[in-house]
């Protein structure tokens, strides 16, 4: 009996030991970032066709921001602001440009982003899917910015394939069998980075690590495995199917197949989604790391209508005016979600109006780390555990495309400036949000000093380059 209760000391002594490891130990991290998600795509934002029956379950955990914002409403961009922490008038990658024979114009090295601060903390750091700030071996392969594991697509449009012919383990181009010249479709490359994703939580399990989820869904082209996930949806819409470029002799690799079934694909791919994201939940609990961990989930910017996609069946902006390319809030506003057991309260809402800026000095503030004194975002650690939250003077969004576009957010104003290429051209519109969050009515007209006050801004926050001009002249 007394060797059995000395046992029986020595064990609860071993595991309260480690349950006082586990409280000392600094958070893990989980971004989970969706590619081209809208508002509404999921049930959590009022998605009333497609199941997300595990973002169902983070929201009722955790917190679900009504107000956060993009980087910008097209990918790179987008990314480049949360990785830098500056908004798209300051951070260097402002814009979509492909780099030949694969990859994207990089990150300078001179850049510091949020996977460097955690590395300087202490953490582990991993990213697993898309990349799209560096061509492999350049400044901005992302292994030279701060992450020690990187599997994925290095290049956005080798990402409009979802049975690639390779992926990036690190600097190693890994060839997918059975992909071969994008003639036959045998792996699914969003399954085989899932799986390298839970291994990186197993392999790290022991220490703190940042693990940034960078998931290619449901971007087009409009394409999942036929299974039980597609068979769920399969025959419930009405479709129109879409002709693309098809896998075989005349296959690009940025194009998108063609799809019989759209809508039922699409809905499929945001609750593959979803699944994969039960698929992380469920291995942090399994590993006794759900207590001690933050997860954060969002998208980088709004619906797309490439490939077969019809944003307007599904309300993929949830009601908000514009999709992907668009400055309108349906362009950038996006479902941000962030559960933090014990630091987070569980069902909560947060109208707190922030933006992907605010990510670095966020984790950083968690992790201890200071933060360049140039970045734009603020920390918004103290809404999500209930203390008092300071706001920004504004928010800005810029867009180097269709004549380019610029819009902020102050109070309840939303300005949005559009053909600032050519000031023959510009326009310039505003929206009282709290009022008209749908953008309806354009009241610029009416509110001059609003109006002026909003173009000053714009003026102020873009940070004038030869990559990324506008000219200033105000109408």
């Not at 509404?40 to 997300?52: A, E, M, R, S, V």
């Not at 039980?228 to 879409?242: A, D, H």
């Not at 194009?255 to 979803?274: E, H, I, K, N």
């Not at 207590?291 to 309300?315: R, Y």
Request: hydrophobic share 35%.
């Amino acid at each position: 009996m007394l060797t059995r209760s000395i046992c029986l000391s020595a064990l609860v002594i071993f595991f309260s030991q480690i349950g006082v490891a586990q409280q000392n130990r600094k958070p893990n991290i989980v971004f989970i970032l969706a590619d081209d998600l809208g508002y509404g795509d999921i049930q959590p934002y009022g998605q009333k066709l497609i199941q997300t029956p595990n973002l169902n379950i983070l929201a009722k955990e955790g917190m679900k921001y009504t107000q956060f914002y993009a980087g910008t409403s097209v990918c790179a961009p987008s990314r480049s602001s949360l990785m830098t922490g500056q908004h798209t008038g300051h951070t260097p990658i402002r814009g979509n440009k492909e780099v030949l024979p694969e990859g994207q114009v990089p990150i300078p090295d001179s850049t510091v982003t949020i996977a460097e601060i955690m590395k300087k903390a202490g953490y582990s750091t991993g990213l697993f899917g898309k990349w799209g700030l560096g061509f492999p071996g350049s400044d901005g392969d992302p292994v030279k910015q701060g992450f020690d594991k990187f599997y994925g697509f290095n290049c956005q449009a080798e990402a409009h394939r979802y049975y690639p012919t390779h992926l990036w383990d690190n600097t190693t181009r890994v060839d997918l069998e059975g992909n071969d010249s994008l003639l036959k479709t045998v792996t699914y490359a969003p399954e085989l980075i899932q799986q390298k994703a839970l291994q990186f939580i197993d392999d790290n399990k022991s220490k703190p690590f940042v693990l940034f989820l960078t998931y290619t869904l449901p971007h087009a082209e409009l394409l999942v495995p036929d299974d039980s996930l597609f068979q769920v949806y399969k025959g419930r819409f009405t479709e129109t199917p879409y002709r693309g470029i098809d896998y075989g002799n005349k296959a690009k690799r940025s194009g998108y197949t063609s799809q019989q079934y759209p809508r039922a694909t699409f809905a499929a791919m945001v609750t593959r989604l979803d699944m994969y994201v039960g698929q992380v939940m469920n291995k942090l609990k399994a590993l006794g790391l759900d207590d001690n961990t933050l997860i954060i989930f969002t998208s980088d910017n709004g619906p797309h209508i490439e490939g077969g996609a019809d944003p307007k069946f599904f309300n993929s902006s949830g009601g908000l005016r514009g999709e992907k390319r668009d400055l309108y809030e349906g362009g950038i506003r996006e479902p941000f979600i962030v559960k933090w057991k014990g630091k987070v309260k569980a069902g909560s809402t947060n109208n707190y109006a922030g933006g992907f800026w605010d990510v670095m000095p966020t984790l950083a503030q968690i992790a201890n780390e200071p933060v360049p004194t140039y970045i734009d975002g603020i920390s918004f650690l103290p809404s999500m555990t209930g203390k008092k939250q300071a706001s920004h003077d504004y928010l800005y969004w810029e867009f180097h495309e269709s004549g380019g576009r610029q819009a902020v957010r102050f109070d309840q104003w939303k300005c949005v400036r559009l053909n600032v290429d050519d000031p023959s051209k510009t326009t310039v519109e505003l929206y009282n949000l709290d009022n008209d969050k749908e953008e309806k009515n354009n009241v610029a007209g009416q509110h001059k000093d609003i109006k002026d006050k909003a173009i000053r801004l714009m003026n102020q926050a873009h940070s004038k380059s030869n990559e990324f001009p506008f000219a200033y002249e105000s109408k």
